[in-house]
């Protein structure tokens, strides 16, 4: 008589995975916007990233904190695609150009 709490794993139970996930590196982005203030002690950064989870699911990294520092928060958001960042990176530019921040160019 089996043991009443085992788990038994079959194919069909737990089918394998169809294939490895495809990476599109090509799409991935940082966007960062930054807001220095010396006189007021203001060194502040907000870092966006388009990326692709081990799984390659795409996902928004939403980074801030003092320039310099490790980031204060990390907050990741699951999307459906990499156009869908377009949108939430327009509304993103608008509230930080209302903060203060301005958009840094990295090479």
Same mark, same amino acid.
């Given at each position: 008589?089996?043991?009443?709490?085992?788990?038994?794993?079959?194919? *069909?139970?737990?089918?394998?995975?169809?294939?490895?996930?495809? #990476?599109?590196?090509?799409?991935?982005?940082?966007? *960062?916007?930054?807001?220095?203030?010396? *006189? *007021?002690?203001?060194?502040?950064? #907000?870092?966006?990233?388009?990326?692709?989870?081990?799984?390659?699911?795409?996902?928004?990294?939403?980074?801030?904190?003092?320039?310099?520092?490790?980031?204060?928060?990390?907050?990741?958001?699951?999307?459906?695609?990499?156009?869908?960042?377009?949108?939430?990176?327009?509304?993103?530019?608008?509230?930080?150009?209302?903060?203060?921040?301005?958009?840094?160019?990295?090479?």
């Amino acid at each position: 008589m089996p043991f009443p709490c085992l788990l038994v794993i079959t194919p *069909e139970t737990n089918p394998a995975p169809s294939a490895d996930p495809v #990476y599109d590196m090509d799409r991935w982005r940082v966007l *960062e916007w930054q807001k220095v203030q010396p *006189e *007021e002690g203001v060194y502040r950064y #907000y870092r966006l990233t388009l990326q692709q989870n081990l799984w390659g699911e795409w996902e928004l990294v939403k980074s801030w904190g003092r320039i310099g520092q490790r980031p204060t928060r990390v907050v990741r958001q699951s999307i459906s695609s990499p156009d869908m960042a377009e949108t939430i990176a327009a509304d993103v530019d608008k509230q930080r150009r209302q903060r203060g921040y301005l958009y840094c160019i990295k090479p």
